[in-house]
Nanobody, 120 residues
Framework: QVQLVESGGGLVQPGGSLTLSCTGS????????LGWIRQAPGKEREGVAS????????FYEDFVSGRFTISQNNEKNTFALQMNDLEPEDTAMYYC??????????????WGQGTQVTVS
């Protein structure tokens, strides 16, 4: 069964840090471009970060401003999003996804169930 499962969300104070992890099963993450997408209450989904496994290239939305880092561990079939200096505006459900890559949510084909990040 093809599946992505996120972990690592939670409640953190402004200025704090969290690391989100995503584990793939039933397929090989290294064969896909990977991304993190978030959705705040009442808002549309928006891309956060993306990594292209072919060359390790990474992309971030402007609001990240150097605070987040996306990384991949092919041996463990996982990838992660390290988030530092979190702001209340970062509060959202965070999803990991696999697809063609980039920061547009519609390019992703496989999605996790989401993990909640609350900054307060």
């Amino acid at each position: 069964q093809v599946q992505l499962v996120e972990s690592g969300g939670g409640l953190v104070q402004p200025g704090g840090s969290l690391t989100l992890s995503c584990t793939g099963s039933g397929f090989t993450l290294a064969d896909w471009a990977l991304g993190w997408i978030r959705q705040a209450p009442g808002k549309e989904r928006e891309g956060v970060a993306s990594i292209y496994t072919a060359n390790g290239g990474t992309f971030y939305e402007d609001f990240v401003s150097g605070r987040f880092t996306i990384s991949q561990n092919n041996e463990k079939n996982t990838f992660a999003l390290q988030m530092n200096d979190l702001e209340p505006e970062d509060t959202a459900m965070y999803y990991c996804a696999a697809g063609r890559g980039g920061l547009i949510p519609s390019v992703y084909d496989i999605w996790g169930q989401g993990t909640q990040v609350t900054v307060s």
